[in-house]
Protein backbone atom coordinates (compact mmCIF):
# COMPACT_ATOMS: atom_id res chain seq x y z
CA UNK A 1 0.00 0.00 0.00
CA UNK A 2 1.04 3.48 -0.73
CA UNK A 3 1.57 5.34 2.46
CA UNK A 4 0.75 8.79 3.26
CA UNK A 5 2.02 10.90 5.55
CA UNK A 6 0.14 14.40 6.48
CA UNK A 7 1.48 17.08 8.84
CA UNK A 8 0.95 18.39 11.11
CA UNK A 9 -1.63 16.38 12.74
CA UNK A 10 -3.68 19.84 14.63
CA UNK A 11 -2.51 23.44 13.41
CA UNK A 12 -3.24 26.08 15.89
CA UNK A 13 -4.21 29.47 13.57
CA UNK A 14 -5.86 32.56 13.69
CA UNK A 15 -7.93 34.04 10.76
CA UNK A 16 -5.97 35.85 8.16
CA UNK A 17 -2.68 33.30 8.11
CA UNK A 18 -1.67 31.73 6.08
CA UNK A 19 -1.35 28.38 6.24
CA UNK A 20 0.45 24.97 4.42
CA UNK A 21 0.07 21.78 5.17
CA UNK A 22 1.98 18.55 3.76
CA UNK A 23 1.40 14.94 2.80
CA UNK A 24 4.25 12.72 1.57
CA UNK A 25 3.66 9.37 -0.67
CA UNK A 26 5.69 6.78 -0.07
CA UNK A 27 5.84 6.41 -3.29
CA UNK A 28 5.87 8.58 -6.38
CA UNK A 29 2.22 8.99 -6.96
CA UNK A 30 2.84 11.54 -9.69
CA UNK A 31 0.27 14.10 -9.27
CA UNK A 32 -2.72 11.21 -8.20
CA UNK A 33 -3.62 13.31 -5.30
CA UNK A 34 -6.51 15.01 -4.01
CA UNK A 35 -7.11 17.48 -0.42
CA UNK A 36 -10.75 17.44 0.89
CA UNK A 37 -12.11 19.47 3.78
CA UNK A 38 -14.37 17.92 6.80
CA UNK A 39 -16.40 19.99 9.16
CA UNK A 40 -17.48 17.94 12.50
CA UNK A 41 -20.70 16.05 11.53
CA UNK A 42 -20.29 16.78 7.24
CA UNK A 43 -19.27 14.85 4.58
CA UNK A 44 -15.80 15.32 2.91
CA UNK A 45 -15.85 17.76 0.39
CA UNK A 46 -13.00 17.60 -2.32
CA UNK A 47 -10.78 21.07 -2.65
CA UNK A 48 -8.48 19.79 -5.04
CA UNK A 49 -8.04 17.04 -7.97
CA UNK A 50 -4.84 16.32 -9.48
CA UNK A 51 -2.27 17.94 -7.07
CA UNK A 52 -3.45 21.46 -8.20
CA UNK A 53 -6.95 22.27 -9.94
CA UNK A 54 -9.09 23.74 -7.62
CA UNK A 55 -12.71 22.35 -7.63
CA UNK A 56 -15.50 24.52 -8.77
CA UNK A 57 -17.10 26.34 -6.05
CA UNK A 58 -13.78 26.76 -4.02
CA UNK A 59 -12.33 29.48 -2.77
CA UNK A 60 -9.05 31.09 -4.75
CA UNK A 61 -7.32 31.34 -1.34
CA UNK A 62 -6.81 27.48 -1.51
CA UNK A 63 -4.24 26.27 -3.97
CA UNK A 64 -2.49 22.88 -3.80
CA UNK A 65 0.83 21.72 -5.19
CA UNK A 66 3.48 19.48 -5.65
CA UNK A 67 4.32 15.96 -8.01
CA UNK A 68 6.06 12.78 -7.88
CA UNK A 69 5.95 12.26 -3.23
CA UNK A 70 5.62 15.84 -1.50
CA UNK A 71 2.45 17.84 -1.85
CA UNK A 72 1.44 20.80 0.07
CA UNK A 73 -2.43 22.54 0.37
CA UNK A 74 -1.83 26.03 0.98
CA UNK A 75 -4.71 28.57 3.04
CA UNK A 76 -3.96 31.88 2.10
CA UNK A 77 -6.06 34.33 4.02
CA UNK A 78 -7.36 31.90 6.94
CA UNK A 79 -10.93 32.31 6.98
CA UNK A 80 -13.52 31.70 10.08
CA UNK A 81 -15.38 28.67 7.90
CA UNK A 82 -11.64 27.32 7.14
CA UNK A 83 -11.55 25.62 10.31
CA UNK A 84 -11.85 21.99 9.77
CA UNK A 85 -9.91 18.85 9.09
CA UNK A 86 -8.39 18.08 5.80
CA UNK A 87 -7.31 15.01 4.79
CA UNK A 88 -5.23 14.05 1.05
CA UNK A 89 -6.07 11.15 -0.78
CA UNK A 90 -3.49 9.40 -3.08
CA UNK A 91 -5.41 7.52 -5.79
CA UNK A 92 -2.54 6.10 -8.04
CA UNK A 93 -2.85 2.63 -7.30
CA UNK A 94 -5.20 0.72 -4.99
CA UNK A 95 -6.33 0.63 -2.28
CA UNK A 96 -6.98 4.49 -2.25
CA UNK A 97 -5.12 5.61 0.98
CA UNK A 98 -5.71 9.13 3.04
CA UNK A 99 -3.64 10.78 5.47
CA UNK A 100 -4.49 10.55 8.85
CA UNK A 101 -5.87 14.51 8.47
CA UNK A 102 -4.69 18.05 9.42
CA UNK A 103 -7.48 19.69 12.22
CA UNK A 104 -7.24 23.43 12.14
CA UNK A 105 -7.93 25.18 15.34
CA UNK A 106 -8.73 28.70 15.80
CA UNK A 107 -5.66 29.59 18.19
CA UNK B 1 -24.45 15.96 -11.09
CA UNK B 2 -24.47 12.34 -9.68
CA UNK B 3 -25.94 12.60 -6.32
CA UNK B 4 -25.85 9.30 -3.68
CA UNK B 5 -27.33 7.87 -1.18
CA UNK B 6 -26.27 5.31 1.39
CA UNK B 7 -28.92 2.83 2.66
CA UNK B 8 -29.37 0.11 4.91
CA UNK B 9 -29.49 -1.12 8.70
CA UNK B 10 -27.89 0.99 11.40
CA UNK B 11 -27.53 -1.53 13.69
CA UNK B 12 -25.38 -4.86 12.82
CA UNK B 13 -25.44 -7.66 15.95
CA UNK B 14 -21.19 -9.16 16.35
CA UNK B 15 -20.42 -11.56 13.92
CA UNK B 16 -23.16 -10.65 11.20
CA UNK B 17 -23.42 -9.57 8.09
CA UNK B 18 -23.39 -6.26 7.01
CA UNK B 19 -25.17 -4.87 4.08
CA UNK B 20 -25.46 -1.50 2.73
CA UNK B 21 -26.98 -0.17 -0.60
CA UNK B 22 -26.12 2.87 -2.64
CA UNK B 23 -28.77 4.68 -4.67
CA UNK B 24 -27.42 6.83 -8.03
CA UNK B 25 -29.31 9.61 -9.62
CA UNK B 26 -27.98 12.12 -11.67
CA UNK B 27 -25.84 9.78 -14.31
CA UNK B 28 -26.01 6.21 -14.75
CA UNK B 29 -24.24 3.33 -13.10
CA UNK B 30 -23.38 1.91 -16.37
CA UNK B 31 -21.52 4.68 -17.55
CA UNK B 32 -18.33 3.93 -18.60
CA UNK B 33 -16.58 6.60 -17.52
CA UNK B 34 -17.55 6.08 -13.47
CA UNK B 35 -16.54 4.32 -10.65
CA UNK B 36 -18.04 3.46 -7.59
CA UNK B 37 -16.91 3.61 -4.01
CA UNK B 38 -16.96 2.54 -0.51
CA UNK B 39 -15.28 4.54 2.61
CA UNK B 40 -16.00 4.46 5.92
CA UNK B 41 -15.11 6.74 9.06
CA UNK B 42 -14.74 5.42 12.25
CA UNK B 43 -16.41 7.66 15.13
CA UNK B 44 -13.34 10.54 16.11
CA UNK B 45 -11.41 8.71 13.13
CA UNK B 46 -10.10 9.67 9.83
CA UNK B 47 -11.05 8.09 6.79
CA UNK B 48 -10.78 4.59 5.16
CA UNK B 49 -11.43 3.57 1.40
CA UNK B 50 -12.74 0.35 1.37
CA UNK B 51 -13.47 -0.67 -1.95
CA UNK B 52 -14.62 0.45 -5.24
CA UNK B 53 -16.46 -1.25 -8.52
CA UNK B 54 -16.69 -0.89 -12.34
CA UNK B 55 -20.24 -1.38 -13.53
CA UNK B 56 -18.72 -4.40 -15.34
CA UNK B 57 -18.68 -6.13 -11.92
CA UNK B 58 -14.96 -5.29 -11.63
CA UNK B 59 -13.63 -4.86 -8.00
CA UNK B 60 -11.14 -4.04 -5.76
CA UNK B 61 -11.64 -4.25 -2.04
CA UNK B 62 -8.36 -3.09 0.43
CA UNK B 63 -6.88 -5.52 1.88
CA UNK B 64 -7.50 -4.61 5.19
CA UNK B 65 -10.89 -6.17 4.76
CA UNK B 66 -9.53 -9.26 4.48
CA UNK B 67 -11.92 -11.56 2.36
CA UNK B 68 -15.11 -9.90 4.24
CA UNK B 69 -16.18 -8.08 1.85
CA UNK B 70 -18.39 -8.24 -1.26
CA UNK B 71 -19.34 -5.63 -3.84
CA UNK B 72 -22.09 -5.86 -6.41
CA UNK B 73 -23.96 -4.04 -9.07
CA UNK B 74 -27.84 -4.07 -9.89
CA UNK B 75 -27.78 -1.95 -13.24
CA UNK B 76 -31.89 -2.31 -13.22
CA UNK B 77 -31.75 -0.08 -9.67
CA UNK B 78 -28.83 1.86 -10.33
CA UNK B 79 -27.37 0.85 -7.64
CA UNK B 80 -24.45 -0.69 -6.13
CA UNK B 81 -23.91 -2.46 -2.75
CA UNK B 82 -21.39 -3.31 0.03
CA UNK B 83 -21.38 -6.89 2.21
CA UNK B 84 -19.25 -7.33 4.29
CA UNK B 85 -19.16 -10.26 6.81
CA UNK B 86 -18.12 -11.54 10.65
CA UNK B 87 -18.68 -8.01 11.97
CA UNK B 88 -17.13 -6.78 15.16
CA UNK B 89 -17.09 -3.53 17.01
CA UNK B 90 -14.01 -2.24 15.28
CA UNK B 91 -16.39 -2.00 12.16
CA UNK B 92 -18.68 0.67 13.68
CA UNK B 93 -18.95 3.61 11.85
CA UNK B 94 -20.14 6.05 8.77
CA UNK B 95 -20.00 4.40 5.82
CA UNK B 96 -19.61 6.74 2.43
CA UNK B 97 -20.61 5.37 -1.23
CA UNK B 98 -19.00 7.55 -3.46
CA UNK B 99 -18.61 8.22 -7.35
CA UNK B 100 -15.60 9.08 -9.52
CA UNK B 101 -14.52 9.69 -13.11
CA UNK B 102 -11.76 8.05 -14.87
CA UNK B 103 -9.66 11.21 -14.35
CA UNK B 104 -11.12 12.15 -10.64
CA UNK B 105 -10.86 10.55 -7.49
CA UNK B 106 -14.03 10.83 -5.28
CA UNK B 107 -15.62 13.74 -6.66
CA UNK B 108 -18.93 12.98 -5.03
CA UNK B 109 -20.18 11.63 -1.80
CA UNK B 110 -23.42 10.67 -0.23
CA UNK B 111 -24.42 11.97 2.85
CA UNK B 112 -23.18 8.27 5.21
CA UNK B 113 -24.77 6.30 6.96
CA UNK B 114 -24.07 5.59 10.75
CA UNK B 115 -23.57 1.85 11.03
CA UNK B 116 -23.13 0.41 15.21
CA UNK B 117 -21.99 -3.29 15.62
CA UNK B 118 -23.08 -4.15 19.00
CA UNK B 119 -26.01 -6.65 20.23
Known amino acids: DIQMTQSPSAMPASVGDRVTITCRAS??????LAWFQQKPGKVPKRLIS???TLQSGVPSRFSGSGSGTEFTLTINGLQPEDFATYYC?????????FGLGTKLEIK | QVQLQESGPGLVKPSETLSLTCSVS??????????WSWIRQSPGKGLEWLAY???????YSNPSLGSRATMSVDASKNQFSLKMTAVTAADTAVYYC???????????WGQGILVTVSS
Open chain 2, 98 to 108: AWETVTGALDS
Open chain 2, 26 to 35: GGSISNADSY
Open chain 2, 53 to 59: IYYTGST
Open chain 1, 27 to 32: QDISNS
Open chain 1, 50 to 52: TAS
Open chain 1, 89 to 97: LQHKGFPYT
